[in-house]
Each structure stands twice: as C-alpha cells, then as structure tokens.
C-alpha cells in the first residue's frame, strides 16, 4: 500500500464539476492500493499518516503530525500509484489490487481515518476526479509500508 501525502495550505476534489470533498490546512493523501494489501497494511499505514511529521513547530522544524495542527486529511484513491514504473516507457499494472478489492480496502481505511481524526474529507473511488492544491512547501512524501 503507497500513500502519497502533500502538506497542504487547500486541497479540493471535483466530480463532473462538482466539489465532493475539501480540506483547509492538513494532507492530501493519495492512496494506491497494491495486490497483496490487507487490512493490517492498511492500518500500518493509517498509524503512519497521522503520525508523520511534516508541519512546522515553533522552531519552524518539521516535529508536528496533522493531529498535532488540526489539520484535516482528504483521502483521494490514486490506482496509478500501483503502477509498476521500473521497465519500459509504459506503465504496468499487474501490481495493483483488483477494482472490488481495492475499493474494500480503500473504504476500510477512510472508515478507520474517521474513527480516529476529524476532519476528513474523500474523492470518489475509481471516479474520475479533478483534485486542486496548494502544496505548503512544497512538502511531499512518498509513505509506503509492509
């Protein structure tokens, strides 16, 4: 499972014009479910999400998660990040979980992230969506976990 977070000043998602979700400051996170993912990948990496630490303390250090800032998390379903990128000028994506199974998983960890954090707003599984951002930083990391 990838999870791609960006520190966020905004982030917004449209469906056909649409806003369905939107967040002030916090992460936009985008989420790739991989073929083997479980839940228990899932929770890794929710755990990670919320204790990142990319917002600036007093000491304009990086030493805050965004539970520590109030901020807000909007989870976007990302299959592309399940791509294997390693050959060719093609991606491939054998690597990535099935459509049921990640939408199972992507919903699974949405659930989780709302039971343990507000606020948190989402895009629409397997939608095609149009995000909008302003990275603070700009600050991305590439979180994976196994």
Same mark, same amino acid.
Do not use: W
């Given at each position: ?42 929770? #890794?990496?929710?755990?990670?999400? +919320?204790?990142? $630490?990319?917002?600036?303390? !007093? ?5 805050? *998660?965004? &539970? ?38 992507? #919903?699974?960890?949405?659930?989780? +992230?709302?039971? $343990?954090?507000?606020?948190? !707003? ?5 939608? *095609?969506? &149009? ?16």
């Amino acid at each position: 499972m990838r999870g791609l977070i960006q520190r966020v000043s905004r982030a917004a998602v449209t469906v056909d014009g649409e806003a369905v979700g939107e967040i002030e400051q916090g992460l936009l996170l985008l989420l790739g479910v991989e073929r083997d993912d479980t839940s228990a990948l899932a929770d #890794k990496l929710l755990d990670k999400v +919320l204790a990142y $630490r990319v917002f600036s303390d !007093a000491e304009d250090k990086m030493n805050l *998660n965004v &539970q520590q800032v109030g901020g807000g998390v909007l989870v976007v379903s990302q299959f592309t990040l399940a791509a294997d990128t390693k050959r060719g000028l093609r991606p491939g994506f054998s690597t990535a979980a099935p459509p049921a199974e990640a939408e199972r998983l992507y #919903k699974y960890f949405v659930t989780q +992230l709302q039971a $343990r954090h507000t606020p948190v !707003a989402t895009g629409i599984f397997a939608a *095609n969506m &149009q995000v909008s951002l302003v990275n603070d930083g700009p600050v991305t990391f590439l979180l994976e976990v196994n």
